[in-house]
């Protein structure tokens, strides 16, 4: 090949798609919006999120929430550390795209896909210690056995935060399936790229289709028709302004969600089980041991 013809050769210019149930189709809306670096250089368009794409992105989390919440806790851990197998291999690329998206240096923005990929491998290794923690025997009055298990809520609408668009979004989403629930990911509005390449290393890890779908778009859009839907259990607002996380909060209530409110995060700090415990429930269950007479307990 000539020196000519190489000088003439086109980029080939990557086109992002939403991920709904473990497949990539764009909006079905058909549109876009025009994706910026830091200092306003085009960089990609985006899909720009329905209210259709939200309903079928729960009807995925909906499906997968079974075979996912059954699985072994260790299973689920080992799926989490092979995402982060995943990202490590895939580095390069991340550095890149979260260096555009958030107006930092090279060295800066590998030092941010670095933690999190140890973000990844720190959930995994939680998955099967966190019932540990929050689980055990209760001592009661009486002749029973009084044991209490966590379990994972359901479907969970997450809002990622807007500035920290990798680091940040692992930071929300790995504790929500590291506990066994699905997700439904509403990317940074301004930066969602990381999010959407972060889709396709979910696709060729072992997470399962549906576990987590990931939407880009206007926040508001797509936040609100998660927060009204009757079968999203569970809203993490991390990625609301003050004004949405209370409309959002209100629309919630219908159906009882539970709801993690905004606050300030330092997503560079190791973090505590805050995240996990949100989105569990506990169950207790009583067993009888038997009568409790003069000479001891039996069976």
């Given at each position: 090949?000539?020196?000519?013809?190489?000088?003439?050769r086109l980029?080939?210019?990557?086109?992002y798609?939403?991920?709904?149930?473990?497949?990539?189709?764009?909006?079905?809306?058909?549109?876009v919006?025009?994706?910026?670096d830091?200092?306003?250089?085009?960089?990609?368009?985006?899909p720009?999120?329905?209210r259709?794409?939200a309903?079928?992105?729960?009807?995925?989390?909906?499906?997968?929430?079974?075979?996912?919440?059954g699985?072994?806790?260790?299973?689920?851990?080992?799926v989490?550390y092979?995402?982060?197998?995943?990202?490590?291999?895939?580095?390069?690329?991340?550095?890149?795209?979260?260096a555009d998206a958030?107006?930092?240096?090279?060295s800066?923005?590998a030092?941010v896909v670095?933690?999190?990929?140890d973000?990844?491998?720190?959930?995994?290794?939680?998955t099967?210690k966190i019932?540990?923690?929050?689980?055990?025997?209760?001592?009661?009055?009486?002749?029973?056995?009084?044991?209490s298990?966590?379990?994972p809520?359901?479907?969970v609408?997450?809002?990622?935060?807007?500035?920290?668009?990798?680091?940040?979004l692992?930071?929300?989403?790995?504790?929500?399936?590291?506990?066994?629930?699905?997700?439904v990911?509403?990317a940074s509005?301004k930066?969602?790229?990381?999010?959407?390449s972060?889709?396709?290393?979910?696709?060729?890890?072992?997470?399962?289709?549906?576990?987590?779908?990931v939407?880009?778009?206007?926040?508001?859009?797509?936040?609100?028709?998660?927060?009204?839907?009757?079968?999203?259990?569970?809203?993490d607002?991390?990625?609301?302004?003050?004004?949405?996380a209370k409309?959002?909060?209100?629309a919630?209530?219908?159906?009882l969600?539970?709801?993690?409110?905004?606050?300030?995060?330092d997503?560079?700090?190791?973090?505590?089980?805050?995240r996990?415990?949100?989105?569990?429930?506990?169950?207790?269950?009583w067993?009888p041991t038997?009568?409790?007479?003069?000479?001891?307990?039996s069976?």
């Amino acid at each position: 090949m000539s020196e000519k013809s190489e000088q003439q050769r086109l980029s080939v210019f990557k086109t992002y798609k939403l991920y709904v149930g473990g497949k990539f189709p764009r909006s079905e809306s058909g549109r876009v919006y025009e994706v910026t670096d830091a200092k306003g250089n085009w960089l990609a368009n985006a899909p720009l999120s329905s209210r259709k794409d939200a309903r079928d992105a729960v009807v995925a989390a909906r499906k997968a929430f079974g075979g996912w919440s059954g699985a072994t806790a260790y299973n689920r851990g080992q799926v989490l550390y092979r995402v982060a197998e995943m990202l490590e291999g895939r580095r390069d690329q991340f550095v890149r795209e979260v260096a555009d998206a958030e107006g930092l240096g090279k060295s800066r923005a590998a030092a941010v896909v670095d933690a999190t990929i140890d973000r990844w491998v720190w959930y995994a290794g939680w998955t099967d210690k966190i019932a540990q923690v929050v689980g055990g025997g209760n001592p009661v009055a009486g002749p029973f056995f009084n044991l209490s298990s966590p379990e994972p809520t359901g479907v969970v609408a997450v809002l990622a935060p807007q500035e920290s668009s990798f680091l940040g979004l692992v930071s929300v989403l790995a504790p929500v399936i590291a506990t066994g629930n699905t997700a439904v990911v509403v990317a940074s509005e301004k930066a969602p790229l990381p999010a959407l390449s972060l889709a396709e290393v979910l696709a060729t890890s072992d997470v399962p289709g549906g576990v987590v779908n990931v939407l880009s778009g206007r926040t508001a859009e797509i936040a609100a028709p998660l927060a009204a839907h009757q079968d999203v259990n569970a809203i993490d607002l991390a990625g609301a302004d003050e004004a949405l996380a209370k409309e959002l909060e209100i629309a919630a209530a219908d159906n009882l969600k539970r709801v993690l409110r905004p606050q300030p995060v330092d997503y560079a700090r190791t973090p505590g089980i805050d995240r996990m415990t949100a989105f569990l429930e506990t169950k207790t269950v009583w067993h009888p041991t038997g009568s409790l007479g003069a000479s001891g307990s039996s069976y």
